[in-house]
Antibody
Framework: EVQLVESGGGLVQPGRSLRLSCAAS????????MHWVRQAPGKGLEWVSG????????GYADSVKGRFTISRDNAKNSLYLQMNSLRAEDTALYYC??????????????WGQGTLVTVSS | QSALTQPPSASGSPGQSVTISCTGTSSDVGGYNYVSWYQQHPGKAPKLMIYEVSKRPSGVPDRFSGSKSGNTASLTVSGLQAEDEADYYCSSYAGSNILFGGGTKLTVL
């Protein structure tokens, strides 16, 4: 059974940093691209970042480019999102999602339950 | 990176069919056959319903179907059931990023 478990969310002040983690199990982690998708309270889905199976291809939404860094550790079956210079508008539930492809072109066939990030003073 | 355009709401009676549109550009929806549709019930994670424009993952009822014409993709739900009431989001690969639509709230009357 595929499982994605996010952690690392919490309350953080504007301008500070936070690191999210996603522990994956139930599939061959290094065969697939992985993504972060967020959802602000009461709002729609927003793609944040994606990383290919071997970290060779990485993409970011314009809204987070230069502030967020995605990475993965295939030996640990884990995905990460380093979030710096956080803003109030980054407040959202952050989902880890598995791609159907090895690169970033695929769909998201499995999702975690999300970890809540609240940016507020 | 503009979001894809979806109608904010759609509705239908049980047994009827409803179609939700998703409009993008030639740089996303029109340029790739990587359009997906997700269903999200309140308080739950999204669920993949359609991928690569018209393919259904295992376990998704064949009442759900997808298509694309030019820069507009569509999700059709036939034989509406009460449990189909949810938010639906389209997404498309756009070369170096992925775009989502704003979401459509489907109400089963």
């Amino acid at each position: 059974e595929v499982q994605l478990v996010e952690s690392g969310g919490g309350l953080v002040q504007p301008g500070r940093s936070l690191r999210l983690s996603c522990a994956a199990s139930g599939f061959t982690f290094d065969d697939y691209a992985m993504h972060w998708v967020r959802q602000a309270p009461g709002k729609g889905l927003e793609w944040v970042s994606g990383i290919s199976w071997n970290s060779g291809s990485i993409g970011y939404a314009d809204s987070v480019k230069g502030r967020f860094t995605i990475s993965r550790d295939n030996a640990k079956n884990s995905l990460y999102l380093q979030m710096n210079s956080l803003r109030a508008e980054d407040t959202a539930l952050y989902y880890c999602a598995k791609s159907t492809h090895y690169d970033s072109s695929g769909s998201f066939d499995y999702w975690g339950q999300g970890t809540l990030v609240t940016v507020s003073s | 990176q503009s979001a894809l355009t979806q109608p904010p709401s759609a509705s239908g009676s049980p047994g009827q069919s409803v179609t939700i549109s998703c409009t993008g550009t030639s740089s996303d929806v029109g340029g790739y056959n990587y359009v997906s549709w997700y269903q999200q019930h309140p308080g739950k994670a999204p669920k993949l319903m359609i991928y690569e424009v018209s393919k259904r993952p295992s376990g998704v009822p064949d009442r759900f179907s997808g298509s694309k014409s030019g820069n507009t993709a569509s999700l059709t739900v036939s034989g509406l059931q009460a449990e189909d009431e949810a938010d639906y989001y389209c997404s498309s690969y756009a070369g170096s990023n992925i775009l989502f639509g704003g979401g459509t709230k489907l109400t089963v009357l």
